[in-house]
């Protein structure tokens, strides 16, 4: 098996399920050389519905360079408003032309401002908020600058191989089609693409270090960052004077600036302040460090069942598998119908399997979580052992709370590709990431992704 590159391997992305050569090549050298459109699965009333009954104006949004958390406390700014009332249902990058819906609370449609780099359409009310999860999934358009297209027929066959079949096909030299699959990980968004820590200080919270966890987030320097953030960060661990600390950080670091000035205000000396601190963050972001806790975890266990040569393409005894949803597009599984696969069941099992009815799982895992049995839950406990956490570590205050889940460990798409300029359309279920797709072809580092 081919390694990932080291910063990949650093959250578990330990390895590659093609072996072919890479493009090379790099992403988002423009924004609209990243295009994403969610499939919406949301449903609205009129846009003139009693706002009694129906008190979220929902709009879709194309932003152009603007990450959607940024974007949220932007228009709350705006409208003079709680960040808290601005919802979405998929967290998107910056650096891309991304379309999304939106819901906010108490606001009319005349009210909607004007946010720069972005269209605002009104699509209607609804009685309740967008919540993460409200979609199907995303459609994407990515363009590959600088790379060299010899290679994608080959790991385009490895990946459809990978995936269970799908073939290769195409309407000549300069476009190929075919069903491609790869380990279902966890991108490198999850943790932090030039400083990955997220997981770090959800692992810290997981074990009540919360001044470690603070730590993790407003020190701990990374060399890819610029040098006043580092020489910020590195005097911040040396000193733990919080005060003098926030003159030194740059102003665009907003949540770290934030988290020091509610340990400037508090004293920063007990447990009981370092978790208050990180409570400064929005609800959703709190979730977000134990969610990439979470992350790597289920990262480690993909790349041990990659390591053992166990198939991702059909299930083996001792596996977990959930069933699709219904027939939407893309097919999702649904987590809360789940079967576990004995020995006299694997090949009736598997029949679903191929038939994109049933999805091979792994844990996210929290306080309800049932490891496996067989080989696949042996990885699942060992894994957990050698991070050091278990179930009951996910039972925490607040935000940070989690029952765990379980998450396909196979992502398959139907993929077309051009070559000139090398050109990447596809859709992938919700909560998957694009990045893990194309690390495949292009072979590169997280940096250039």
């Known amino acids: 098996m081919r390694e990932a590159h080291p ?39 009129p846009a003139d519905a009693d706002t009694g009954d129906y008190p979220h104006l929902v709009f879709r949004a194309t932003l152009t360079n603007w990450d959607t958390n940024g974007f949220a406390r ?30 906010v609370r108490g606001v009319a449609a005349d009210d909607l401002p004007e946010v720069s780099n972005a269209e605002l359409d009104v699509v209607g009310r609804a009685g309740r908020p967008i919540r993460f999860g409200d979609l199907r999934g995303n459609d994407f358009t990515i363009v590959v600058r600088d790379a060299d297209s010899d290679p994608v027929a080959a790991v385009t066959e490895e990946l459809a191989a990978f995936g ?15 069903t491609v699959g790869v380990p279902n990980y966890f991108g490198q968004q999850r943790f932090g693409s030039y400083r990955a820590i997220t997981h770090e200080v959800g692992l810290h919270v997981l074990r009540g270090e919360w001044e470690d966890a603070v730590m993790a987030y407003v020190g701990n320097p990374s060399e890819h960052e610029p040098p006043e953030t580092r020489e910020a960060r590195a005097r911040v661990e040396e000193e733990r004077d919080w005060s003098a600390a926030i003159e030194t950080f740059p102003r665009h670091l907003r949540y770290e600036r934030a988290v020091l000035n509610t340990l400037a205000e508090n004293g920063g000396s007990s447990a009981e302040d370092f978790r208050e601190a990180l409570e400064t963050f929005p609800s959703n972001l709190q979730r977000l460090f134990v969610h990439a806790a979470q992350s790597y975890v289920f990262n480690l266990i993909l790349s041990e ?31 809360d119908r789940r079967q576990r696969v004995t ?23 929290g306080t309800d979580t049932e490891f496996g049995d067989g080989e696949p839950g042996e990885i699942e406990r060992a894994v957990c052992e050698t991070v050091g956490v278990e179930p ?4 925490l205050p607040g935000a940070f709370d989690s029952t765990g889940t379980r998450r396909a460990i196979l992502l398959t798409t139907d993929l077309d590709v051009e070559t000139d300029p090398l050109t990447f359309d596809f859709a992938l279920p919700k909560g998957s990431y694009a990045t893990v797709l194309l690390r495949e072809y292009l072979k590169a580092g997280p940096l250039d992704l």
């Open 7 to 45: 910063l990949e391997r650093a959250v578990g992305m330990e390895y590659y399920a093609s072996d072919a050569p890479g493009t090379g090549g790099s992403l988002r050298e423009a924004a609209a050389d990243f295009r994403v459109r969610e499939l919406e699965a949301f449903d609205t009333e």
């Open 74 to 103: 932007d228009l709350s700014n705006k409208l003079g408003i709680s960040r808290e009332r601005v919802s979405w249902a998929g967290t998107k990058d910056r650096n891309a032309v991304t379309t999304q819906l939106f819901s």
């Open 164 to 178: 269970g079949g799908g073939g290769e096909g195409g309407d000549g030299d300069d476009r190929t089609s075919a």
């Open 305 to 335: 069942r990659l390591e053992r040569g166990l198939p991702f393409d059909r299930a083996v005894e001792g596996d977990v598998v959930c069933f699709a949803d219904d027939d939407g597009h893309p097919v999702l599984p649904d987590t």
């Open 343 to 365: 020995g006299r069941r694997v090949d009736v099992v598997n029949r679903h399997v191929e038939r994109g009815r049933a999805f091979v799982t792994a844990p996210l895992v």
């Open 392 to 395: 009951g570590d996910f039972d």
